[in-house]
Protein backbone atom coordinates (compact mmCIF):
# COMPACT_ATOMS: atom_id res chain seq x y z
CA UNK A 1 0.00 0.00 0.00
CA UNK A 2 2.08 2.86 -1.44
CA UNK A 3 1.12 6.82 -0.48
CA UNK A 4 0.21 8.89 -3.41
CA UNK A 5 4.03 10.59 -3.42
CA UNK A 6 5.86 6.90 -2.79
CA UNK A 7 4.14 5.68 -6.09
CA UNK A 8 6.42 8.17 -8.29
CA UNK A 9 9.32 6.39 -6.13
CA UNK A 10 8.77 3.51 -6.45
CA UNK A 11 11.47 0.82 -7.68
CA UNK A 12 8.95 -1.98 -8.84
CA UNK A 13 7.34 0.74 -11.62
CA UNK A 14 10.47 2.72 -12.60
CA UNK A 15 11.89 -1.21 -13.40
CA UNK A 16 8.41 -1.89 -15.20
CA UNK A 17 9.10 1.47 -17.25
CA UNK A 18 12.56 0.99 -18.10
CA UNK A 19 11.92 -2.49 -18.99
CA UNK A 20 9.26 -0.68 -21.80
CA UNK A 21 11.72 2.16 -22.50
CA UNK A 22 14.10 -1.22 -23.64
CA UNK A 23 11.25 -3.22 -25.48
CA UNK A 24 10.11 0.12 -27.62
CA UNK A 25 13.31 1.98 -28.34
CA UNK A 26 14.63 0.47 -31.62
CA UNK A 27 16.67 3.74 -32.82
CA UNK A 28 19.67 6.10 -31.11
CA UNK A 29 17.84 8.85 -29.86
CA UNK A 30 18.78 12.43 -28.03
CA UNK A 31 16.28 13.59 -25.60
CA UNK A 32 17.20 17.32 -24.02
CA UNK A 33 16.20 17.36 -20.42
CA UNK A 34 15.25 21.59 -20.49
CA UNK A 35 15.43 22.12 -16.92
CA UNK A 36 18.50 21.81 -14.04
CA UNK A 37 15.96 20.52 -11.77
CA UNK A 38 15.56 17.59 -14.10
CA UNK A 39 19.33 17.24 -14.84
CA UNK A 40 19.88 16.42 -10.99
CA UNK A 41 17.31 14.06 -10.46
CA UNK A 42 18.41 12.14 -13.47
CA UNK A 43 22.13 12.27 -12.16
CA UNK A 44 21.06 11.76 -8.46
CA UNK A 45 18.49 8.46 -9.49
CA UNK A 46 20.85 6.96 -12.07
CA UNK A 47 18.76 7.28 -14.34
CA UNK A 48 21.01 7.28 -17.48
CA UNK A 49 22.46 4.18 -16.08
CA UNK A 50 19.85 2.50 -16.71
CA UNK A 51 18.46 3.32 -19.76
CA UNK A 52 19.67 1.81 -23.25
CA UNK A 53 22.65 2.90 -24.65
CA UNK A 54 21.09 4.59 -27.55
CA UNK A 55 19.34 7.01 -25.85
CA UNK A 56 21.58 9.75 -24.60
CA UNK A 57 20.28 12.40 -22.29
CA UNK A 58 21.53 16.15 -23.05
CA UNK A 59 21.29 18.79 -20.25
CA UNK A 60 19.57 22.15 -21.88
CA UNK A 61 19.49 25.71 -20.79
CA UNK A 62 16.97 25.95 -17.82
CA UNK A 63 19.36 26.60 -15.22
CA UNK A 64 19.07 30.38 -14.63
CA UNK A 65 22.38 30.72 -13.16
CA UNK A 66 24.23 28.75 -16.02
CA UNK A 67 22.40 30.72 -18.06
CA UNK A 68 23.40 33.92 -16.84
CA UNK A 69 25.68 36.17 -19.23
CA UNK A 70 29.31 37.33 -18.09
CA UNK A 71 28.04 41.36 -18.37
CA UNK A 72 25.09 40.46 -16.08
CA UNK A 73 27.89 38.91 -13.08
CA UNK A 74 29.84 41.91 -14.28
CA UNK A 75 27.29 43.98 -13.15
CA UNK A 76 26.28 42.45 -9.56
CA UNK A 77 29.99 42.66 -8.98
CA UNK A 78 30.04 46.57 -9.89
CA UNK A 79 27.48 46.79 -7.77
CA UNK A 80 28.53 44.87 -4.51
CA UNK A 81 31.36 47.70 -4.52
CA UNK A 82 29.38 50.52 -4.31
CA UNK A 83 29.39 51.58 -0.22
CA UNK A 84 25.66 53.08 -0.37
CA UNK A 85 24.43 49.69 -1.65
CA UNK A 86 23.63 46.07 0.69
CA UNK A 87 23.54 43.55 -2.77
CA UNK A 88 21.31 40.44 -1.67
CA UNK A 89 21.56 37.51 -3.47
CA UNK A 90 20.60 33.53 -3.49
CA UNK A 91 23.72 31.42 -3.11
CA UNK A 92 24.03 30.03 -6.39
CA UNK A 93 25.10 33.07 -7.74
CA UNK A 94 28.32 33.90 -5.06
CA UNK A 95 30.88 31.67 -6.76
CA UNK A 96 29.56 32.31 -10.31
CA UNK A 97 33.16 34.45 -12.00
CA UNK A 98 32.64 37.54 -13.70
CA UNK A 99 35.32 39.43 -15.77
CA UNK A 100 37.30 40.31 -13.09
CA UNK A 101 35.63 39.15 -9.94
CA UNK A 102 32.33 37.20 -8.11
CA UNK A 103 30.37 38.02 -5.51
CA UNK A 104 32.18 36.06 -2.95
CA UNK A 105 35.44 37.80 -4.13
CA UNK A 106 33.84 40.99 -3.16
CA UNK A 107 32.46 40.02 0.07
CA UNK A 108 35.91 38.69 1.08
CA UNK A 109 37.04 42.15 0.55
CA UNK A 110 34.68 43.66 2.62
CA UNK A 111 31.38 44.07 -0.07
CA UNK A 112 27.95 43.96 1.81
CA UNK A 113 26.79 41.02 -0.37
CA UNK A 114 24.40 39.45 1.42
CA UNK A 115 22.75 35.61 0.65
CA UNK A 116 19.08 36.06 1.42
CA UNK A 117 16.93 32.64 0.80
CA UNK A 118 13.53 34.28 -0.72
CA UNK A 119 13.31 37.88 -2.46
CA UNK A 120 10.70 39.02 0.82
CA UNK A 121 14.05 38.68 3.36
CA UNK A 122 16.25 41.43 0.80
CA UNK A 123 12.79 43.93 1.32
CA UNK A 124 13.09 43.18 5.62
CA UNK A 125 17.16 43.99 4.77
CA UNK A 126 15.94 46.96 2.76
CA UNK A 127 13.05 48.41 5.48
CA UNK A 128 16.65 47.77 8.37
CA UNK A 129 18.71 49.60 6.32
CA UNK A 130 16.71 52.84 4.98
CA UNK A 131 20.29 54.10 4.35
CA UNK A 132 21.34 51.74 2.17
CA UNK A 133 20.19 51.00 -1.13
CA UNK A 134 19.17 47.39 -1.00
CA UNK A 135 19.53 45.80 -4.58
CA UNK A 136 18.72 42.16 -5.39
CA UNK A 137 19.75 40.10 -8.03
CA UNK A 138 16.66 39.07 -10.56
CA UNK A 139 18.45 35.92 -11.89
CA UNK A 140 15.34 33.14 -12.65
CA UNK A 141 12.48 31.66 -15.11
CA UNK A 142 8.77 32.04 -14.77
CA UNK A 143 9.11 29.89 -11.71
CA UNK A 144 10.84 32.59 -9.84
CA UNK A 145 9.73 35.58 -11.40
CA UNK A 146 5.85 35.78 -10.32
CA UNK A 147 7.31 36.07 -7.01
CA UNK A 148 10.02 38.69 -8.11
CA UNK A 149 6.97 40.75 -9.36
CA UNK A 150 5.06 40.22 -5.98
CA UNK A 151 8.12 41.59 -3.38
CA UNK A 152 8.28 44.76 -5.80
CA UNK A 153 4.53 45.42 -5.46
CA UNK A 154 4.88 44.98 -2.13
CA UNK A 155 7.96 47.78 -2.24
CA UNK A 156 5.60 49.98 -4.14
CA UNK A 157 2.82 49.47 -1.58
CA UNK A 158 4.43 49.84 1.27
CA UNK A 159 6.92 52.64 0.05
CA UNK A 160 9.77 50.93 0.39
CA UNK A 161 11.98 53.30 -2.34
CA UNK A 162 15.31 52.31 -1.33
CA UNK A 163 14.78 48.88 -2.86
CA UNK A 164 15.43 47.54 -6.05
CA UNK A 165 16.23 44.44 -8.64
CA UNK A 166 18.56 43.85 -11.48
CA UNK A 167 17.08 42.01 -13.72
CA UNK A 168 18.55 39.04 -15.68
CA UNK A 169 15.25 37.15 -15.67
CA UNK A 170 14.58 35.01 -18.70
CA UNK A 171 11.57 32.90 -20.05
CA UNK A 172 11.89 29.36 -21.29
CA UNK A 173 9.86 29.07 -24.70
CA UNK A 174 11.66 31.46 -26.46
CA UNK A 175 15.19 29.57 -25.65
CA UNK A 176 13.81 26.08 -27.09
CA UNK A 177 12.90 27.95 -30.27
CA UNK A 178 16.63 29.52 -30.41
CA UNK A 179 18.00 26.18 -29.72
CA UNK A 180 16.18 24.86 -33.00
CA UNK A 181 17.52 27.19 -35.04
CA UNK A 182 21.07 26.82 -34.10
CA UNK A 183 22.63 24.75 -36.19
CA UNK A 184 24.22 21.33 -35.43
CA UNK A 185 21.78 21.58 -32.47
CA UNK A 186 19.79 17.67 -32.92
CA UNK A 187 17.45 16.91 -30.27
CA UNK A 188 14.43 14.06 -31.16
CA UNK A 189 12.86 14.92 -28.08
CA UNK A 190 12.53 17.67 -25.41
CA UNK A 191 11.21 16.64 -21.37
CA UNK A 192 9.92 20.20 -20.58
CA UNK A 193 10.40 21.60 -17.04
CA UNK A 194 7.64 21.12 -14.54
CA UNK A 195 8.05 23.93 -12.39
CA UNK A 196 8.08 26.02 -14.95
CA UNK A 197 4.53 24.62 -16.89
CA UNK A 198 2.94 25.10 -13.09
CA UNK A 199 3.17 28.97 -14.03
CA UNK A 200 2.94 28.82 -18.25
CA UNK A 201 0.95 25.69 -18.42
CA UNK A 202 1.23 23.39 -21.19
CA UNK A 203 -0.01 26.06 -23.88
CA UNK A 204 2.47 28.37 -24.15
CA UNK A 205 4.86 25.36 -25.24
CA UNK A 206 2.24 25.02 -28.27
CA UNK A 207 3.59 27.56 -30.50
CA UNK A 208 7.21 25.52 -30.67
CA UNK A 209 5.73 22.51 -30.55
CA UNK A 210 3.52 23.98 -33.97
CA UNK A 211 6.39 24.85 -35.42
CA UNK A 212 8.91 22.15 -35.25
CA UNK A 213 6.71 19.17 -34.27
CA UNK A 214 9.61 17.88 -31.95
CA UNK A 215 7.96 15.41 -29.24
CA UNK A 216 7.59 16.91 -25.95
CA UNK A 217 6.73 15.68 -22.74
CA UNK A 218 5.71 18.05 -19.53
CA UNK A 219 7.00 15.89 -16.29
CA UNK A 220 7.58 15.68 -12.88
CA UNK A 221 10.78 15.02 -10.54
CA UNK A 222 10.36 11.63 -9.28
CA UNK A 223 12.02 8.86 -10.31
CA UNK A 224 9.28 7.38 -11.99
CA UNK A 225 8.20 10.66 -14.21
CA UNK A 226 11.19 11.64 -15.65
CA UNK A 227 11.04 7.86 -16.65
CA UNK A 228 7.46 8.08 -17.60
CA UNK A 229 8.74 11.01 -19.75
CA UNK A 230 11.37 8.96 -21.52
CA UNK A 231 8.66 6.47 -22.50
CA UNK A 232 6.70 8.26 -24.01
CA UNK A 233 9.19 10.00 -26.33
CA UNK A 234 10.35 6.92 -27.05
CA UNK A 235 7.08 5.81 -28.19
CA UNK A 236 6.29 9.12 -30.23
CA UNK A 237 9.66 8.70 -31.99
CA UNK A 238 9.41 4.96 -32.64
CA UNK A 239 5.31 5.94 -33.99
CA UNK A 240 6.58 9.27 -35.87
CA UNK A 241 3.55 10.90 -34.37
CA UNK A 242 5.15 13.98 -32.22
CA UNK A 243 3.03 15.22 -29.71
CA UNK A 244 2.97 17.72 -26.91
CA UNK A 245 1.94 15.92 -23.64
CA UNK A 246 1.35 16.65 -19.78
CA UNK A 247 2.35 13.83 -17.81
CA UNK A 248 2.55 16.15 -15.09
CA UNK A 249 -1.03 16.55 -14.75
CA UNK A 250 -1.04 16.26 -10.51
CA UNK A 251 1.08 20.06 -10.91
CA UNK A 252 0.60 21.19 -14.47
CA UNK A 253 -3.39 22.44 -15.81
CA UNK A 254 -2.99 23.29 -19.97
CA UNK A 255 -3.27 27.11 -18.67
CA UNK A 256 -0.79 26.97 -16.20
CA UNK A 257 -1.44 29.89 -13.41
CA UNK A 258 -3.06 32.71 -15.01
CA UNK A 259 -2.76 34.98 -11.45
CA UNK A 260 0.90 34.43 -11.47
CA UNK A 261 1.16 35.09 -14.58
CA UNK A 262 -0.87 38.35 -14.49
CA UNK A 263 1.47 39.45 -11.71
CA UNK A 264 4.29 39.12 -13.21
CA UNK A 265 2.69 40.51 -16.33
CA UNK A 266 1.67 43.41 -14.88
CA UNK A 267 5.65 44.44 -13.41
CA UNK A 268 7.53 43.18 -16.23
CA UNK A 269 7.47 43.61 -20.30
CA UNK A 270 10.12 41.19 -22.53
CA UNK A 271 12.83 42.59 -23.90
CA UNK A 272 15.35 40.61 -26.16
CA UNK A 273 18.43 39.12 -23.29
CA UNK A 274 21.92 37.73 -24.15
CA UNK A 275 22.29 34.22 -23.13
CA UNK A 276 25.40 32.62 -21.89
CA UNK A 277 26.82 31.19 -24.95
CA UNK A 278 23.67 31.12 -27.11
CA UNK A 279 23.66 35.08 -27.23
CA UNK A 280 20.71 37.18 -27.59
CA UNK A 281 17.60 35.43 -28.26
CA UNK A 282 14.41 37.95 -29.15
CA UNK A 283 11.47 38.63 -26.21
CA UNK A 284 13.09 36.51 -23.81
CA UNK A 285 13.98 38.19 -20.90
CA UNK A 286 12.01 40.40 -18.59
CA UNK A 287 12.69 43.81 -17.42
CA UNK A 288 10.60 46.28 -15.04
CA UNK A 289 7.79 48.18 -17.17
CA UNK A 290 8.20 52.14 -17.18
CA UNK A 291 5.84 52.50 -14.16
CA UNK A 292 8.22 50.81 -11.59
CA UNK A 293 11.61 52.28 -12.85
CA UNK A 294 12.53 53.51 -9.44
CA UNK A 295 12.76 49.40 -9.14
CA UNK A 296 15.30 48.89 -11.72
CA UNK A 297 18.65 49.01 -10.00
CA UNK A 298 20.15 49.19 -13.59
CA UNK A 299 18.54 52.30 -14.40
CA UNK A 300 19.03 53.78 -10.16
CA UNK A 301 22.98 53.08 -10.72
CA UNK A 302 22.84 54.15 -14.99
CA UNK A 303 24.46 50.70 -15.34
CA UNK A 304 25.34 49.96 -18.67
CA UNK A 305 27.37 47.04 -18.99
CA UNK A 306 29.27 46.17 -22.06
CA UNK A 307 28.92 42.61 -23.44
CA UNK A 308 32.05 40.66 -22.22
CA UNK A 309 33.61 37.90 -23.22
CA UNK A 310 33.05 34.38 -21.73
CA UNK A 311 35.80 32.71 -19.51
CA UNK A 312 38.44 31.12 -22.02
CA UNK A 313 38.33 27.37 -22.67
CA UNK A 314 34.57 26.97 -20.69
CA UNK A 315 32.15 25.21 -22.88
CA UNK A 316 29.25 26.00 -20.75
CA UNK A 317 27.03 27.46 -24.02
CA UNK A 318 27.66 24.09 -26.14
CA UNK A 319 26.69 21.91 -22.82
CA UNK A 320 23.54 24.10 -22.59
CA UNK A 321 22.52 23.32 -26.11
CA UNK A 322 23.38 20.10 -25.82
CA UNK A 323 26.42 19.99 -28.51
CA UNK A 324 28.63 18.77 -25.80
CA UNK A 325 29.09 16.73 -22.74
CA UNK A 326 30.68 18.15 -19.69
CA UNK A 327 33.45 15.85 -19.89
CA UNK A 328 34.41 17.36 -23.44
CA UNK A 329 35.14 20.05 -22.17
CA UNK A 330 38.77 20.68 -21.63
CA UNK A 331 39.21 22.24 -18.36
CA UNK A 332 36.40 19.95 -16.64
CA UNK A 333 38.65 18.11 -13.63
CA UNK A 334 41.30 20.13 -14.54
CA UNK A 335 41.31 23.79 -14.35
CA UNK A 336 37.47 23.58 -13.47
CA UNK A 337 35.88 22.10 -10.33
CA UNK A 338 33.19 22.70 -7.90
CA UNK A 339 36.26 24.19 -5.76
CA UNK A 340 37.53 26.51 -8.05
CA UNK A 341 34.80 26.93 -10.97
CA UNK A 342 35.59 28.74 -14.33
CA UNK A 343 31.99 29.05 -15.60
CA UNK A 344 28.49 28.74 -14.06
CA UNK A 345 27.69 25.16 -14.94
CA UNK A 346 30.39 24.26 -12.70
CA UNK A 347 29.13 26.84 -9.73
CA UNK A 348 25.18 25.85 -9.98
CA UNK A 349 23.72 23.39 -7.77
CA UNK A 350 21.40 22.78 -10.63
CA UNK A 351 24.71 23.06 -13.50
CA UNK A 352 25.34 20.31 -15.50
CA UNK A 353 28.72 20.54 -15.17
CA UNK A 354 28.24 20.03 -11.16
CA UNK A 355 25.89 17.45 -12.01
CA UNK A 356 28.30 15.39 -13.57
CA UNK A 357 31.38 16.52 -11.36
CA UNK A 358 29.27 14.91 -8.20
CA UNK A 359 27.97 11.83 -9.70
CA UNK A 360 29.93 10.77 -12.47
CA UNK A 361 33.20 11.44 -10.95
FE1 LIG B 1 32.75 25.72 -18.18
FE2 LIG B 1 33.93 24.32 -16.24
FE3 LIG B 1 31.83 23.30 -17.41
FE4 LIG B 1 34.12 23.49 -18.74
S1 LIG B 1 33.73 22.21 -16.97
S2 LIG B 1 32.08 24.02 -19.50
S3 LIG B 1 34.95 25.39 -17.89
S4 LIG B 1 31.87 25.17 -16.20
Known amino acids: ?60 PGCPVCVI ?33 SLAGEKAKGADVRMVYSIFDALAIAKENPDKAVVFCAVG ?15 QTQGIDNFSIYSANKLTPPALAALMKTAGVEIDGFILPGHVAVITGLDAFYPIFEKYRIPSVVTGFEPMDILNAVLKLVEQNESKIPRLVNAYPRAVADAGNPKARAIMDQVFETADALWRGIGHIPDSGMVLRESFYKFDAAKKFELSMPDTREPAGCDCGRILMGLKRPDQCRLYKKNCTPMHPVGPCMVSSEGACAAFYKYSG
Open 69 to 101: AQKDIDAYVMLARRPDVILTTFGDLMKVPGSVS
Open 141 to 155: FETTIPTIAGAVLTA
Open 1 to 60: NLTYNQVFKDPEISKALVARIREKNTRPLRLMEVCGTHTMAIFRYGIRSVLPETITLLSG
